[in-house]
């Protein structure tokens, strides 16, 4: 997702390639248990004890993870981010960078998602 003005991403999204990022107190996704939406939303419901009530929707999603934010800033790192959706129609990918980056830009505390996608050996 990149920010049309200046032609880079917006500051929450980091997108990276080479070696394993450090990023302390971050909430870890792996790329292969998120390849479908509904394994996405279980693997952030496991990640960040997110409440059972979590429904299958794009607008459940953001609404937990405004509450989350609610009570303190959150890092997601995706390892193997490729993978991420890539079971889904392009289009999943794309709404899932629109919540993010709605929740990024109006939640009352700080959304940083790092995506880490190793480069081939």
């Not at 500051?11 to 248990?33: E, F, I, K, N």
């Amino acid at each position: 997702m990149f920010d049309q003005d200046r032609g880079r991403l917006p500051d929450w999204l980091t997108v990276c390639r080479d070696g394993a990022p450090q990023v302390p107190g971050a909430s870890v996704l792996a790329g292969a248990a998120t390849r479908t939406r509904p394994a996405l939303f279980a693997a952030l419901a496991d990640a960040l004890a997110l409440p059972t009530y979590l429904g299958s929707t794009w607008d459940a999603l953001a609404d937990v993870l405004r509450d989350r934010l609610d009570a303190g800033p959150l890092t997601l790192l995706i390892n193997d981010a490729g993978q991420l959706l890539a079971d889904e129609p392009a289009g999943q990918y794309a709404r899932l960078l629109a919540v993010l980056g709605n929740l990024a830009t109006t939640a009352p505390h700080p959304l940083r998602v790092v995506l880490h996608e190793a480069s081939p050996s």
